[in-house]
């Protein structure tokens, strides 16, 4: 009977062999097969030549976590590949590690835009709001309008007079935005990095240092949103959480009018506000 091939180790025998010696500072000469040598990759994740052969020949058991790490550094993986390093080498994926967003891509930006009479918006796992398009700009808050540090949900609800007042049941999306929020700064492991937006909100609102202490948790998920707009009156919109492929430290979040004619009141809004930036710019 043929025995199966690793999968661990054929996975990294794949990878290494498909690297550049040369983009690493390695010789280019007397290389018999392409990319890095074994021990180039043990040298370059700071492991024992030894133990990197066993790993790739299917030998001396499963590694941990750390090794793991540090191959996914040496052979330059991307994040898609260091998860299923993870699933091959023990079966789950990697301890979440939390990076500060950079942006959106053009792509996603562009299916935003595309929504008209849906307000939509891009959050990070600290909840700061790194992309919108004009329905939420007219329904919501014009975030272009805000510095950067101001775009936190956290901070709007709590700290925002006008924002705090558009919502119909306050103590409700203020207990239910915190819990949502606890939850997704823990799964994608940036629990050390909101520890100064606690302390600042804890500071600034009594009802949020209260629902903070209170520890609960929760799904951001769907349901329904009731706001009182300075323009459009009482206005009810579904609203329904995603992940973005690929991208596990944002969130989607789509807001749906309920009513039709909202949805051509929210579209004329989109296009006053649109023109009136066309009017700026030939200005």
């Known amino acids: ?33 392409p990319g890095l040598r074994r021990e180039e990759v043990a ?28 191959i996914a ?10 998860q299923h390093l993870f699933m091959l080498g023990l079966g789950h994926p990697p301890e979440a590690r939390y990076r500060p967003v950079e942006g959106i891509s053009p792509r996603l930006q562009r299916l935003l835009d595309a929504m008209d009479t849906t307000p939509a918006i891009v959050r990070t796992a600290t909840w700061d709001v790194v992309a919108w398009n004009g329905a939420a700009c007219v329904v919501m808050t014009d975030y272009a309008t805000l510095p950067p540090m101001e775009r936190n949900i956290l901070r709007l609800v709590f700290c ?53 202490n209170d520890n609960d948790v929760g799904l951001h998920g769907e349901g329904t949103k009731r706001l009182n707009h300075a323009i459009l009156g009482p206005i009810e919109l579904e609203y329904s959480g995603f992940a973005v492929d690929g991208r596990p430290d944002l969130g989607l979040v789509v807001y749906n009018p309920v009513r039709s004619q909202d949805a051509e009141r929210i579209r004329g809004l989109v296009r006053k506000r649109q023109a009136a930036a066309a009017g700026e710019v030939a200005g």
Not at 2 to 24: C, Q
Not at 43 to 69: C, F, H, K, M
């Open 43 to 70: 040298q370059r994740a700071n492991i024992s030549p030894t133990w990197y052969t066993w790993l790739e020949q299917g030998r001396g058991g499963a590694p941990s976590a750390d090794v793991l790490n540090r």
């Open 160 to 212: 925002n007079p006008r924002v705090r007042a558009a919502q119909q049941d306050f103590d409700g999306i203020a207990r239910f935005v915190v819990a949502a929020f606890r939850t997704d700064a823990a799964r994608a492991g940036a629990s050390a990095e909101i520890t100064d937006l606690v302390s600042e909100l804890s500071a600034r609102s009594p009802d949020f240092e209260r629902l903070w």
């Open 1 to 33: 009977m043929t025995k199966a091939p690793d999968t661990l180790g054929t996975y990294l025998r794949d990878r290494r062999l498909r690297l550049d010696p040369a983009s690493f500072g390695f010789s280019g000469s007397r290389r018999r097969t």
């Open 73 to 82: 550094n040496g052979l330059m993986l991307t994040e898609p590949e260091r």
